[in-house]
């Protein structure tokens, strides 16, 4: 079953179940993604829905950050939840031996010795982790690497 389809059916499910604020994340994911499509005139396949919940989560993380900064508790919650709801559709994450095996492998094919060149290994990275990894922590661990 298609990434897709498996959202619509927990929508029909959280429908049936009564559950407003699990069907409250999920139409939040089915309209982003159906605006996504709208926008740019495609049917969304896999690749392209975990992208979506990917721009959702990181709003989602960021949200949170600010609300428990100004102290709103109850909207931090809130968010907390549709993370849960989202991260439900992600594949599984990578371990930490799978990351640092693919950082590995990127900067030999890439040959970057030099921080400037970390663009060039980044490209190398990113479609074999897309999903699955936190870019912003791939990041760091290649400008560690590239620093040396």
Do not use: C, H, W
């Amino acid at each position: 079953m298609s990434l897709k389809l498996r959202i619509n059916e927990d929508m029909k499910t959280a429908m049936r179940a009564k559950d407003s604020a699990r069907l409250g994340a999920i139409r939040l994911l089915m309209a982003a993604m159906k605006q996504r499509e709208v926008d740019e005139r495609i049917d969304l396949d896999d690749a392209g829905v975990i992208a979506v919940i990917e721009k959702m989560l990181k709003q989602r993380k960021d949200s949170i950050t600010q609300y428990e900064a100004a102290k709103r508790q109850d909207l931090a919650d809130a968010e907390k939840f549709e993370v849960d709801v989202l991260m439900a559709y992600m594949p599984q994450a990578l371990s930490t031996a799978e990351v640092e095996a693919i950082i590995d492998k990127a900067l030999a094919d890439s040959g970057a010795k030099a921080p400037s060149e970390m663009g060039k290994v980044i490209a190398l990275i990113k479609p074999q982790v897309a999903g699955r990894a936190d870019m912003g922590e791939i990041s760091k661990l290649v400008k560690a690497r590239l620093g040396n």
